[in-house]
């Protein structure tokens, strides 16, 4: 089976998160799979900048002309693309820090920069790999998963669940603002545990329910003005549509 690793615009953090996590196992996964490209450890073999692949895990947001060029590329020559980390399946803090810039001239030499988005906004994604940056072990039961043509599974719970789960003192309960109850689970409620709330970086849970959350809000006293601000630094272009029903957005 073939794999490649893209990077598009990013800090280049999920595969360097991968990299480091997976460590010695990092040579097992090239003894198993027939890896033709992975950014920051191979380049291209054969001297294809796009190579055919199985599975492509594919990170970062579209923003230049070179960007898109490459990912519909990449959807051409792989039979399933796996968008890897927020930026990749949200457009993370790249596309609500967008939305307001004039880049209409904004061109250096052959390239455009463009409003961010994320990778389904461009290519049809089959599946969508959360966190900021990802989680390896995610990662790693995602990929046995394909290999054994098991569909992959994100999380269906909320951060909130993991926080009972720990026994931790509920950060609204002390009227601040937290994203807790919208955000998907799965990072072992990191922040909350440590006592700072949860900014939903791994985007919003599967049923996650804003109306009922701005509710709570209301009757805790805690700003909504707050939360959207929050709400809108990780989850990107999902997030416009939950808010745009409550002309938040």
């Known amino acids: 089976m073939k794999l490649a690793f893209y990077s598009l615009t990013s800090c280049e953090g999920c595969l360097?998160?991968?990299?480091?996590?997976?460590?010695s196992h990092?040579?097992?996964?090239?003894?198993?799979f027939d890896i033709d490209y992975f950014k920051l450890v191979r380049e291209p073999v054969g001297g294809s900048k796009i190579p055919k692949a199985d599975i492509a895990f594919v990170e970062g947001a579209v923003v230049t002309n070179h960007d898109r060029e490459r990912l519909i590329e990449i959807r051409k020559n792989s039979s399933f693309v796996v968008a890897l980390g927020t930026c990749a399946t949200t457009g993370n803090i790249a596309y609500n820090a967008s939305r307001d810039l004039d880049l209409s001239e904004n061109k250096l030499k052959d390239t455009e920069i463009n409003k961010a988005e994320p990778l389904s906004s461009v290519i049809t994604v089959?599946?969508?790999?959360?966190?900021?940056?990802?989680?390896?072990?995610?990662?790693?039961?995602?990929?046995?998963?394909?290999?054994?043509?098991?569909?992959p599974i994100q999380p269906d719970y909320s951060?909130?669940?993991?926080?009972?789960?720990?026994?931790?003192?509920?950060?609204?309960e002390k009227k601040k603002v937290c994203l807790g109850p919208l955000a998907m689970g799965g990072c072992g409620a990191a922040c909350p545990?440590?006592?700072?709330?949860?900014?939903?970086?791994?985007?919003?849970?599967?049923?996650?329910?804003?109306?009922?959350?701005l509710l709570t809000l209301d009757k805790k006293g805690i700003s909504k003005e707050k939360a959207i601000m929050m709400l809108k630094t990780f989850t990107g272009k999902k997030t416009k549509e939950l808010l745009s029903s409550e002309k938040q957005y």
Do not use: H
């Open 26 to 32: 990092l040579e097992t996964l090239w003894n198993i």
């Open 193 to 213: 545990s440590v006592g700072s709330p949860c900014y939903s970086c791994r985007g919003l849970a599967l049923e996650a329910d804003l109306p009922a959350y």
């Open 126 to 151: 089959d599946f969508e790999l959360s966190g900021c940056p990802v989680d390896a072990e995610e990662f790693t039961m995602a990929l046995l998963r394909l290999i054994n043509n098991i569909e």
């Open 159 to 172: 951060v909130c669940y993991e926080c009972k789960q720990k026994g931790n003192e509920c950060i609204l």
């Open 16 to 23: 360097t998160t991968l990299i480091t996590n997976l460590g």
